[in-house]
């Protein structure tokens, strides 16, 4: 009897187990259907927003085409432009390489002429200077017999100052000739560095 009242008493435990145990998978599946709930809700969220990207994309879609059909047409259209650009650059080098050509052969011609020039003007002065350079060698000449001969007349004062008249103006004539030649001697440095600076 005490047996059975014991087995009674674990059996009614176990019972009040599993009720409690069905109470919290109770509780449970009204926690997941609840979040299921909650779960449809969004996915209907969901849906409706896709159905409204979906109706957007078919807009960018159609005005993606019209706007890359506009792209085509200017592309084409950059294109000529491209094509004529380049025509027109080529052009404008050539005659440019031209104009340039004509000029620099122009320059060319008028520095020739000018190098000429200086050329004949160099030549012209060089022979002035040997000319006065044999001119006053032989007044050195001249100058030198005048001397001796006043040596020679120192006796006769009227023969000595005739001399030494002829001595000083011989003198001078040498100073004139110097300083000509002189003169000429800065003309034709002049005239060597014109050419080198004309020189190319």
Excluded: W
């Amino acid at each position: 009897m005490i047996s059975k009242i014991k087995d009674l008493m674990d059996i009614s435990q176990k019972l009040d187990e599993i009720n409690t145990k069905v109470t919290e998978h109770s509780e449970t599946v009204d926690r997941h259907s609840s979040a299921l709930k909650g779960y449809k809700d969004s996915v209907e969220t969901i849906r409706q927003e896709m159905l409204g990207v979906n109706k957007e994309l078919g807009g960018f879609t159609i005005r993606a085409s019209s706007l890359l059909e506009e792209m085509e047409g200017t592309n084409e259209s950059m294109k000529k432009e491209l094509y004529e650009l380049k025509l027109v650059k080529t052009d404008m080098r050539n005659k440019l390489v031209d104009e340039l050509t004509e000029i620099f052969r122009e320059e060319l011609r008028k520095q020739t002429r000018q190098l000429e020039r200086d050329v004949q003007s160099y030549n012209k002065l060089k022979e002035e200077l040997s000319r006065i350079t044999i001119q006053l060698g032989n007044l050195e000449s001249e100058m030198g017999k005048f001397r001796a001969i006043a040596q020679q007349l120192k006796a006769t004062d009227f023969e000595l100052a005739k001399y030494a008249r002829e001595v000083c103006k011989a003198d001078g004539e040498k100073l004139k000739l110097m300083k000509d030649l002189d003169n000429l001697q800065r003309l034709l440095s002049k005239e060597r560095r014109q050419r080198s600076n004309i020189r190319p």
